[in-house]
């Protein structure tokens, strides 16, 4: 079965600053990774994904993540945030179950973005 | 916006009682999913429906049942209603039951007195 760690249920950072958002996951096959937002009151809003190919992949927003397979993560970054950065983030891997793809979520991490 | 469409937005109820949410996937999407979001059990996969047939089950409660209609549009069934299963549920559709990009709809938010 698959499984997905966040570290750091809460992050806080300055306005500026750079932003590290941690996620390993667990997974018996080559897996499909994903980030995704929650602004308050809102849906699940996709930020990049990761299937094949390039290991380093560019989201919306100035996000970007790089697959690293020995290290089994996916973290988030931008190099600079911005007030409205301010959300909880959402790691997510998806692995084949039957015919198939099951998405299975961490537990979030809350982003703070400090004036 | 995702495309998806969840109606209501909010319910509120009592306990023992049963409730239905809707979801409509984005135009085109085969697939449909629900999510339950708690701030206990996080974020948690219930059911997923491909093109009319229930193709994947995670942690959903037998009290619990969900169908996709013709129309492709879905419905999440909650009956004898616990205060436990106040939670934010979300619906998500995909084009097909593979690796696509699932869009999620803005929720309703349950709340069982």
């Known amino acids: 079965a698959q499984s997905v760690t966040q570290l750091g249920s809460h992050v806080s950072v300055s306005e500026g600053a750079l932003v590290l958002l941690r996620c390993n996951y667990s997974?018996?096959?080559?897996?499909?990774l994903f980030w995704y937002v929650q602004y308050p009151n809102q849906g699940l809003q996709l930020l990049l994904k990761?299937?094949?190919?390039?290991?380093l992949v560019k989201g919306i927003n100035g996000f970007e993540a790089e697959f690293k397979k020995s290290e089994t993560s996916f973290h988030l970054t931008t190099p600079s945030a911005h007030m409205s950065d301010a959300a909880e983030y959402f790691c997510?891997?998806?692995?084949?179950?039957?015919?198939?793809?099951?998405?299975?979520f961490g537990s979030g991490t809350q982003l703070t973005v400090l004036p | 916006d995702s495309g998806v469409t969840q109606t209501p937005k909010h319910l509120i109820t009592a306990t023992g009682q049963r409730v239905t949410l809707r979801c409509s996937p984005r135009?085109?999407?085969?697939?449909v999913y629900w999510y339950q979001q708690s701030l206990d059990q996080g974020l948690q996969f219930l059911i997923q429906?491909?093109?009319?047939?229930?193709?994947a089950k995670g942690n959903i409660l037998e009290r619990f049942s969900a169908q996709q209609f013709p129309d492709l549009h879905s419905e999440l069934n909650l009956s004898s209603l616990e205060l436990g299963d106040s939670a934010l549920y979300f619906c998500?559709?995909?084009?097909?039951?593979?690796?696509?990009?699932?869009?999620f709809g803005a929720g309703t938010r349950l709340s069982v007195l």
């Open positions: 998500a559709s995909s084009v097909e039951t593979g690796g696509s990009i699932q869009y």
């Open positions: 997974s018996s096959v080559p897996p499909y």
């Open positions: 990761y299937t094949t190919g390039a290991t």
């Open positions: 997510a891997v998806s692995t084949p179950s039957g015919s198939a793809r099951q998405l299975t």
């Open positions: 135009s085109g999407d085969l697939s």
């Open positions: 429906y491909y093109n009319g047939e229930e193709r």
